[in-house]
């Protein structure tokens, strides 16, 4: 079992940075993949960024790359997303997940087993 608490976002202005973090509980964090979603109202939950259990590997939706930067710190046993040069797009409420699989990152929100409750990122233009 493993619980995800999300924190660090907020409103901000286009061309800003956050950095949000997805803190974990339970001692088998580092045998998981973490991966990042994003929502907004009346649309699907989309990938949007993903780290196998070492932090190795890395996967990120297009329309991210080179913008965002997903890290992990399993001593701390936390997620990251760094979100530079935010554009009024990228609006939404961020989710994380774990996926019980070291190294296989899906961008299918549905094969992951644990999900936080959500931040909400807002940015102005």
């Known amino acids: 079992q493993v619980q995800l608490v999300e924190s660090g976002g907020g409103l901000v202005q286009a061309g800003d940075s956050l950095r949000l973090s997805c803190a974990a509980s339970g001692r088998t964090f580092s045998n998981y993949v973490m991966g990042w979603f994003r929502q907004v109202p009346g649309k699907e939950r989309e990938f949007v960024a993903g780290i196998t259990s070492s932090g190795g590997g890395t996967s990120y939706a297009d329309s991210v790359k080179g913008r965002f930067t997903i890290s992990r710190d399993n001593a701390k046993i936390t997620a990251y997303l760094q979100m530079n040069s935010l554009k009024p797009e990228d609006t939404a409420v961020y989710y994380c997940?774990?996926?019980?699989?070291?190294?296989?990152?899906?961008?299918?929100?549905?094969?992951?087993?644990?999900w936080g409750q959500g931040t909400q990122v807002t940015v102005s233009s």
């Open positions: 997940a774990a996926r019980n699989s070291r190294v296989i990152i899906s961008t299918r929100r549905e094969v992951y087993d644990y």
